[in-house]
């Protein structure tokens, strides 16, 4: 894949995404928006026994993650506060094409510079960005 484009932050503190990585679900902004358009036991079936952590910020208990998810369904994203990977807070939102969504978008910022102006600034365009309508495509 080329990337044609990227416009990084001035400061020496960035986020980045590592391609290939598979953190587990519940450990990121995007698996949670994936997990949070399914019922309770249908997660339930798709996460393992143990829940890992891999960061001192994750929830690991499956009731903890349940009461999570309900939340997250209620304001309409999750938000990874350091759960994944040490220093960016991760916002998300399920792409809600397909019922249980399949495919999500997330936002990632240095926790130290997130401020609450710019977190209400995030979660806006995110949820702007899932409740806009898909755009028409002509087939060939």
Do not use: N, W
Not at 40 to 61: F, I, K, Y
């Amino acid at each position: 894949m080329v990337c044609p484009a990227a416009r990084g932050p001035p400061h020496r503190l960035r986020p980045f995404a590592r391609v290939g990585r598979r953190p587990p679900a519940h450990s990121t902004a995007l698996g949670k928006a994936l997990l949070a358009t399914r019922d309770d036991e249908q997660v339930r079936g798709l996460l393992p026994a143990t829940l890992s952590a891999m960061t001192e910020h994750r929830v690991t208990g499956r009731e903890e993650l349940t009461e999570e998810l309900r939340v997250i369904r209620g304001r309409g994203f999750p938000v990874d506060r350091e759960e994944s990977t040490p220093g960016p807070r991760c916002f998300g939102v399920a792409v809600p094409y397909r019922i249980p969504a399949r495919d999500a978008v997330s936002c990632s910022v240095p926790a130290a510079r997130l401020t609450p102006a710019r977190e209400r600034s995030v979660r806006d365009a995110l949820l702007d960005a899932r409740d806009r309508p898909a755009p028409m495509t002509r087939r060939p």
